[in-house]
């Protein structure tokens, strides 16, 4: 079973920053995208960023200018940047590679 792991999430003041991390079990060279997704309490899974295997990348207009992803191939991990923090960024993060999720970590915005 693939299993993919986030981690940095937590508890953050409103205008602050956090990276999340989203490592794969595997090489991630030939993997054509890495993903982001969030999940807000009553809303649906949202995209936010993502990040081509040639390092295009692409992000939701909500976090444009905030959020920023990178990929390192060597660590088989994708990075989530994420600052200028506002209240509504409150969310369960997921990382996508392929067909496979990740289960997700907890980013709350609160003052």
């Known amino acids: 079973q693939v299993q993919i792991v986030e981690s940095g999430g937590g508890l953050v003041q409103p205008g602050g920053s956090l990276r999340l991390s989203c490592t794969f079990p595997?090489?991630?060279?030939?993997?054509?995208?890495m993903d982001w997704y969030r999940q807000a309490p009553g809303k649906q899974r949202e995209f936010v960023a993502n990040?081509?295997?040639?390092?295009?990348?692409n992000v939701a207009d909500s976090v444009k200018g905030r959020f920023t992803v990178s990929r390192d191939n060597a660590r088989n991990t994708t990075y989530l940047q994420m600052s200028m923090l506002k209240p509504e960024d409150t969310a369960v993060y997921y990382c996508?590679?392929?067909?496979?999720w990740g289960r997700g970590i907890q980013v709350t915005v609160s003052s």
């Open positions: 990040i081509a295997r040639g390092g295009d990348t």
């Open positions: 595997g090489n991630i060279v030939g993997i054509w995208s």
């Open positions: 996508r590679a392929m067909a496979y």
